[in-house]
């Protein structure tokens, strides 16, 4: 068979440069997610069994069974868990994404982004803010309270704000908080602030009491990593258009489920090409050490598989101060990106680059060749279920991903 | 008479170092101004006489008599103006400070911005957004519409939200809104959304009606440069510190009334060193040309004198799409004004720079010495009543005003 890489590459290129994310709404998962089903936990990552899981995203299980009702404690759940009565799949199976465990159950609300150009959608949870969360891995009284508010108020506030306030184009939103020094992986400081000027009106004018609306505002405004979970869903909305192109070596999905690192490439179709989830270098919270750290894990590299994130560090020079490093380490990054991708983000511009695009496109003929790996940068999880993140920082992805992915597509497209 | 010069503007640096505005609340300006009265008119810049004003300061002039219900007409107003019933003064010398044309009338409501190092206050009215509005000198319906508005609704709701919100430092808000790619002059972005997710929950909590509360978070969110009007009291307030230390070089006032451009400087107390308004380079919009700018004008350069706006460029480069230039423009600005500061605010980093803080602390004997003159971004103003805005750019003041306030303190200091 012959085929041109650089053409379909091109082809996967455009189509995502053309992708309009925009915010569609929200709803319960099990009404919109595909496939999705009572006895089915949904997971960030590549495929894993419960025997396989590490302590984070078993925490993050353990706390999904309790917050649907399908066990009383962490005892029963766990039980539960091993058994065959549950199934997992990979959210990136279901149009969406998981921050870190990504873990999501039939009755949790989700985000509903849709990509206007292609009228298909991606979903993702609510971010449920910072501390004894259900994404680190942490499952307490606290964390169910919180998910079931979110369920009860917080979700059916914001759908019923999403249609009275202007349509919300998510890669408009990211661009400019590009210009205000977030990369919307692990600082979305300016994107979560211009989504709450955007909606405050709308809320305001919603019919539900003073008090939950203004629950609503304080929540959002008390957690500068509530845009993640949009960032997230509109780069896989972008990422979804390349797929599958034929014959096009562009990387798809990158993502973590603390055990596994995996990755597709549009011409593999849904192919996982999977290795040891590393251990990541940065800061940690005080009160812990290397020891108590869980490998990568979470779907939010597809903000990087976009070219954003650790590729967009450029345009966030004060995340250093969260992840580590200086600032000429984060110019340096995404200067290095530009050596592994195809492309340029039309929309995404790097004022401190004299506003060149973002490094868009993961190559794998060119990561392998030149020998580069992707650069993510993410938050740590304790190893441990239950505990929480001890910190954030730097990772990247491991080599045999891709060596395994370009065997398959010479295997696929090379071999007569 | 001996002085210790070094000593002096160590004290005035500490000063401003030590300064901490934060929103005290909102008033009526006769009620809060010193010195406020029905007949008497503030105004940007050091003091003018109606004869010498500039076309969109006597254009503001005749709003600002409509709008406080002493003239009917721009005719009637105009006429008035040139009477000795009005009395003029610069906001400079009553402790506040007004973008643009700066005009300010006894019933305009005003932000009241505290230091809470000296418990000192500091005045500013707010923002009316972009297009036709006051500050650029139109007078027109929409605009006295728009300030009656601003009086009757958007100041009631965002007065009695102040109290329901956390205190809002604004020295801390300038400070976050560095690392997010404004310099508070003309790119206020961050800061705005900022001001709008710390408000937006208490304002939701206000009494007022759904439809008054959605429409006051319309328009917040409708005008990037609504926090203009916050920057600038706090930053005069951080200067307001260095009134008047004796012996000191360091300007704690620049700014332009359209015809001259005015400084002060602490060991001079309220003298006025003035020379004339420059004219802006920059970018105009369209269907407008070079003749049709006013020279500066306005007491934005606050920002500058405060080590902010032309001086933190380097925070902000997306602003050269605003005001023109290059990023390593940006770059150079800032570089360039350590050259003439005494100090690096310890509040105030820019992320570019490795976290460096921004120069502060103008020092009279450096732009002497060095010929090297403060650099100011602003807009421009059409130079008659009644348009508008015109464009942004970049302006410096004259060299003259430097140059007579060493001769001056000269002869107070050196003399024996």
């Not at 985000?111 to 009228?119: A, L, M, R, S």
């Amino acid at each position: 068979m012959l085929i041109d890489i650089q053409e379909a590459n091109a082809k996967a290129l455009a189509a995502i440069q053309a992708a309009q994310p925009i915010i569609k709404g929200i709803d319960t998962a099990i009404n919109v997610v595909p496939g999705m089903k009572k006895n089915l936990i949904l997971h960030a990552g590549p495929p894993i069994t419960w025997a396989k899981m590490s302590g984070p995203l078993k925490g993050a299980v353990i706390g999904g069974l309790i917050y649907e009702g399908l066990a009383a404690n962490p005892a029963e759940a766990e039980k539960l868990a091993a058994s065959s009565q549950i199934e997992y799949s990979p959210w990136h199976e279901h149009d969406g994404v998981g921050p870190m465990a990504g873990v999501a159950t039939a009755s949790m609300p989700v985000w509903i982004v849709e990509n206007k150009t292609n009228g298909r959608k991606t979903f993702c949870t609510l971010n449920e803010g910072l501390g004894k969360v259900l994404r680190y891995g942490a499952f307490s009284d606290e964390v169910i309270t919180r998910l079931k508010w979110i369920e009860k108020t917080l979700a059916p506030v914001l759908k019923a704000a999403i249609p009275l306030a202007p349509e919300i184009n998510l890669k408009n939103m990211i661009a400019q908080a590009l210009q205000m020094g977030d990369e919307v992986h692990n600082r979305n400081k300016a994107a979560t602030s211009m989504l709450i000027r955007e909606l405050a009106p709308a809320i305001t004018k919603t019919s539900f009491s003073q008090e939950e609306k203004a629950r609503v505002l304080e929540f959002m405004h008390s957690n500068d990593h509530f845009f993640l979970n949009l960032s997230m869903p509109a780069a896989k909305a972008m990422l979804q258009a390349a797929e599958w192109i034929e014959g096009s070596t562009i990387v798809t999905t990158m993502c973590r489920n603390g055990t596994e690192f995996g990755i597709r490439v549009a011409g593999l179709k849904d192919r996982w090409f999977t290795g040891p989830a590393q251990m990541i270098r940065g800061l940690l919270f005080p009160g812990f050490e290397e020891k108590d750290c869980n490998p990568d894990i979470g779907d939010s590299a597809i903000t990087e598989t976009c070219g954003l994130g650790g590729f967009s560090m450029a345009a966030a020079p004060a995340i250093v101060k969260f992840v580590g490093g200086t600032v000429s380490d984060a110019m340096n990054f995404t200067r290095k990106m530009y050596e592994i991708t195809d492309g340029e983000a039309q929309a995404f511009q790097i004022p401190a680059m004299d506003f060149r695009g973002s490094p868009t496109g993961i190559n794998i003929l060119k990561v392998c060749e030149k020998n580069i790996l992707p650069q993510i940068n993410t938050g740590i999880a304790h190893k441990d279920a239950g505990v929480g993140q001890v910190g954030a920082g730097l990772v990247n992805p491991p080599m045999k991903c891709f060596e395994d992915a370009l065997e398959a597509y010479v295997e696929k497209y090379c071999q007569n």
